[in-house]
């Protein structure tokens, strides 16, 4: 059983931190914040789904304000790395503050650490990919979990790989806030990014030698992002190899366009599943999107920004801590205890 705690219980810190509940081989021994706020009472109170959980505080001025607010709260983070009652914390802090906390603290009193993709990658000494890495996390002290747009594109990128991909051009059409935002989010206009994005950046940080170019946008939705994916393939290839290798990758699903004509229908079939949080764990490719013209091949494919690193951070726990080595049973134990499709 391997002990963890989860700094930073915002979008996807919470999740994350529900998700290691839910792992017979996890136990989420802390969860730590930096204010009293709405999100962090909810999930601490007896129907919430991290009742019972310790609470620690990110430093003396954030403790004063949970005692300030009548919480109960067991110390500051600094307290619970010290006691050493965890083996591994996952950083889910907001963008920026990762490499702060791993010099001040992670690093000081030797604990492993996973960071997620707000962060650059020089926050760690690798960044993971359950299917491209896995093994390679055996060793670390200090793993990176990328984006969930870079998340999707090494998945689908990865089911590719074995036709040989020669190089990618990807447009992200980026949701413009999460659904719980109200300072920021959609308006009346679209948002141009620099050129090239980050994306195709952070894609090499893991498929080392990939060739890809990324460019993005932000549009008023807060549901999911989109990609607009070309690949050049090494070889001409049918239809039937691509939508085949797409549909037996983990994490992968094939819907129709036309019984899922926008993002809205998509994330509303997660609904009906009555997921936690309507999460989709899994990066949708519209089928029927898929062009195949000799060895180029396009397609369109939906992420949802809020869920699809959480089980990535799951199998980014066992890898860092060694207590599964095989992949293929920890990607299994993750997909059963998430419910994901395959």
Known sequence: MVNVAVHGIGTIGKRIAHAVRLQ??????????????????TLLEPRGPLYG?????TNEESLKKFSGAGM??????????????IDVIVDATPEGFGKEYRDKYYSRYNVKTIFQGGEKADVA??????LVNYEKAFDKKF?????????????????LEKFGIDYVFVTVVRRAADPHEYKKGPINAIEFEAVPSHHAEDVRTVLKNLNIFSMAVKVPTTLAH??????????????EEIVKAFDEQTRVVLLD??????TSKIIEKFRDYCRPRNDMYEIVVLKDSINVDGSKVRWIQVTHQEADVIPENIDAIRAITGIERDKWKSIKMTNESLGILK
């Open 53 to 57: 959980v310790d609470l620690y505080a």
């Open 125 to 130: 000494e690798m960044t993971f990919n359950a």
């Open 72 to 85: 109960i709260v067991n110390g500051t983070l600094e307290d619970l790395l010290r006691s050493g009652k």
């Open 24 to 41: 017979k081989d996890m136990k989420l021994r802390a969860i730590v914040g930096y204010s009293p706020d709405a999100t962090i009472r």
């Open 257 to 262: 366009m036309k019984d899922y004509p926008a």
């Open 226 to 239: 989109v990609h607009v994916v070309e690949a050049n393939l090494a070889r001409e290839v049918r239809e």
């Open 143 to 159: 793993v990176r979990v990328p984006s969930c747009n870079t998340t999707g594109l090494i998945r689908t990128l990865n089911a």
